[in-house]
């Protein structure tokens, strides 16, 4: 925890775009979505705090500003007003996860962690945020027991 906060004290907050190819692309000033989407035309932005299970995937507005402290993923336009399916909601959790990690950000890493989770008897993954930063379980999920699935690490 000591750790967390004295890295926060020097980081400086970012907005962080998750590109479809796993990448991650962080923006420290204002910038529109409009100047983001120059670069990548047949894509859309949305923010992972607004998605859900079984929910449209919808774009931000082209005029709005991505927001230090907030994780985006850049997408395709063929996934646009398409449900948001717990498989694809866990291969972005994964894909964000390894872009934060790659990029060195600890810290944000351990603000916005997802862990795949299973409801009794279904066995289909779910997933759940902690600090809601990779979104969060959806209308699909409530109601529901969930339980985490966790194993040891051996080490070497």
């Not at 409009?34 to 607004?50: A, M, W």
């Not at 998605?51 to 449209?56: A, C, I, L, W």
């Not at 646009?80 to 990690?101: F, G, W």
């Not at 795949?116 to 409530?142: F, I």
Request: glycine share 8%; charged share 20%; with cysteine.
């Amino acid at each position: 925890m000591g750790i967390c906060s004295s890295c926060e004290s020097t980081h400086v907050v970012t907005a962080k775009l998750v590109l479809q190819d796993g990448r991650l692309q962080e923006y420290s000033y204002p910038v529109k979505v409009s100047y983001v989407l120059q670069k990548y035309p047949t894509y859309f932005i949305c923010n992972s705090d607004e998605m859900e299970f079984d929910d449209v995937l919808s774009a931000i507005s082209e005029d709005e500003e991505l927001q230090p402290g907030q994780l985006y993923f850049a997408l395709p336009l063929s996934r646009l007003k398409h449900p948001l399916q717990a498989e694809e909601m866990a291969a972005l959790a994964v894909k964000a996860s390894n872009a934060l990690m790659k990029s060195g950000d600890k810290c944000a890493c351990r603000k916005k962690s997802v862990c795949p989770v299973t409801s009794p008897g279904d066995g289909s993954p779910r997933k759940m945020a902690s600090g809601g930063g990779a979104g969060r379980l959806g209308r699909g999920g409530q109601g529901r027991k969930f339980s985490a699935m966790l194993s040891a690490i051996p080490e070497q």
